[in-house]
């Protein structure tokens, strides 16, 4: 079953007139106007150097906006105070290319480490963390430290660790870009989970098949630039389908 | 209930602290070991430095103690009263701290009981000796002053008015300020060339484990909590180096003081055990604060969000 995000939703994601230069005069973003409704299930597609990974460095506050705003639940993150930060990231479950796991930690010790972060007692982080394990199939694995296990259990430990604290969005950046086609499918199974409990879910990706085969919201970026944006779209351009402007 | 709440994941997060640090201690074992390393080999440069700044503070305190005693020796003719006025007149004086009167008979009495005096009391006719004012300063800097205010007295024996010796009283001030300079130089040395070097070795600690960092971050972490647990290896990794600088040192001190007294044996160095407590709580609190300031510059960078 296809899911048709629900644009009449709240927005919980908003850039306006956003642009990103870097101090060495490269122009990674050009007035990105943008909007992601609650509970959206969101692919960011272009070629490499586009802007995509600034995009995502910008919505975790890896970045500022050289010029624009970015709201995310009604907060602009260019005016957030440093101490702040912290807790905004708290709210949203990161996912990485090269899953940005603790290698000195155990299975467990890697996805208890978001709740330890909040302070959580420990009975409410073993409960927490067992059942995240459990969503990502890796239940009988806690005591294996991440060098054991193979790329895609790798990424099942970080997407665990995304989703522990119950995050209300998930932003990935490339999370199947490290992996074979068949464990890339089990994982973006786990990413439909995520987004079909009310998880707003956006993700950098190169993977064709996968957006192809989904259809859902593509937003493509090229030269810095939002190329198309479709509410049930391909990787590639395809002017057959129905697009939307999110402006 | 929130103060309760607060209370709670502040003692959670230090027991988290607390439980990371210990093991990222053993689990980079490698490198923790440098920077004990480093930090016990400053910590015995600044033990030594300790040790050897006691040791000639007791010298000099020796020294002092008997140069800030100065004789002003009474003529034969002068009568009791007037020596009893000059007393008092002394006693007053705020320079000074006590004076002792000595009568010829005591003088002598003290004189022929110093062994050292065997063969000349043996020959001795009569009592040759002065009675005498024993006048302790509370300053060694006055006892030039209490000299001259001596000589000044109509009562003093003018053949041999005082023991008072400038030159040597004069010296002895100015190697004591010069050893405390050069004790003060060398502490901020040592302090600066170990807070570099701390700072660098716990640096290259960190940047070891900067991946962890950003990792922490990224889940929410706050820059204290990231922080905390490196602060505390810190005061761990200072109080391991402390502990072994403390028991080479406890170990050399004994035969260092002996060596020291066959080699240069004018100097009455002596082995003071009850320095051994202060010498460690000054290594103990030098290395847990040289590991906790060098983690807290040392993780800056990477923590900064």
Redesign the interface.
């Known amino acids: 079953m296809v899911l048709t995000p629900d644009f009449d939703s709240r927005p919980v994601i908003s850039f306006q007139h956003v642009w990103k230069t870097y101090p060495t005069g490269t122009e990674a973003l050009r007035d990105i106007n943008l909007v992601v409704p609650e509970g959206d299930f969101l692919f960011l597609v272009g070629p490499s150097g586009a802007g995509k990974s600034t995009l995502v460095r910008l919505l975790?506050r890896e970045e500022k906006p050289s010029k624009g705003k970015i709201f995310v639940d009604g907060v602009e993150l260019g005016r957030m105070k440093?101490?702040k930060?912290?807790?905004?990231?708290?709210k949203i479950g990161?996912v990485f290319q090269d899953f940005?796991?603790?290698p000195?930690l155990t299975v467990y010790e890697n996805v208890a480490?978001?709740l330890?972060?909040?302070?959580?007692?420990?009975r409410l982080v073993h409960s927490r963390a067992a059942e995240a394990l459990d969503t990502v199939g890796l239940a009988g694995k806690e005591q294996t430290y991440p060098s054991n296990l193979s790329g895609g259990e790798q990424q099942r430990v970080a997407i665990a660790?995304a989703l522990v604290h119950a995050p209300s969005m998930i932003i990935a950046d490339e999370p199947t870009g490290n992996l074979d086609p068949a464990t890339a499918w089990e994982i973006m199974q786990l990413f439909l989970r995520i987004n079909a409990r009310g998880a707003t879910v956006v993700m950098a990706t190169h993977n064709r098949e996968i957006v192809d085969l989904l259809r859902r919201r593509v937003v493509a970026i090229d030269a810095g630039q939002i190329a198309r944006d479709d509410r049930s779209g391909r990787y590639h351009d395809d002017v057959s389908k129905s697009q939307i402007r999110a402006q | 209930m929130t103060v309760l709440a607060d209370t709670m994941t502040m003692f959670r997060n230090l027991r988290f602290a607390l439980s990371s640090a210990w093991q990222s201690f053993w689990r980079n074992l490698a490198v923790s070991m440098a920077a004990v390393l480093s930090i016990t080999l400053i910590l015995i440069l600044g033990g030594v430095n300790l040790l050897v700044g006691h040791a000639f503070s007791q010298v000099l305190d020796g020294f002092r103690d008997k140069v800030s005693v100065i004789s002003i020796n009474v003529a034969d003719d002068t009568p009791l009263a007037s020596v009893y006025d000059f007393q008092q007149q002394l006693s007053n004086d705020p320079r000074v701290a006590s004076v002792k009167f000595i009568t010829k008979d005591q003088a002598l009495a003290a004189f022929t009981a110093d062994p050292n005096n065997a063969v000349l009391a043996q020959q001795l006719d009569g009592n040759p000796l002065d009675a005498k004012l024993e006048v302790r300063v509370r300053n060694l800097s006055d006892v030039a002053s209490i000299d001259t205010l001596g000589r000044q007295w109509s009562g003093v024996d003018p053949t041999n008015p005082t023991n008072y010796q400038g030159d040597f009283v004069k010296r002895m001030l100015e190697l004591s300020q010069w050893l405390g300079y050069a004790g003060a130089g060398l502490l901020v040395i040592l302090v600066v060339v170990s807070v570099v070097i701390v700072m660098n070795t716990i640096r290259t600690a960190v940047y070891h484990r900067r991946k962890e960092i950003e990792v922490m971050k990224l889940v929410g972490a706050t820059e204290w909590f990231v922080r905390g647990p490196f602060v505390i290896e810190g005061v761990m990794t200072g109080l391991i180096a402390a502990s072994i600088a403390l028991t080479l040192l406890v170990i050399a001190y004994p035969p260092a003081v002996q060596q020291f007294r066959n080699d240069i044996a004018f100097i009455p160095l002596s082995y003071d055990p009850s320095f051994i407590a202060s010498l460690a709580r000054d290594l103990l609190l030098g290395g847990a604060l040289m590991g906790a300031v060098g983690s807290y510059i040392g993780v800056r960078r990477f923590v900064r969000l």
């Open positions: 975790i440093r101490r930060l912290p807790f905004y990231r708290r990161l940005k796991l603790l000195n480490f978001a330890r972060v909040l302070g959580e007692p420990d660790r």
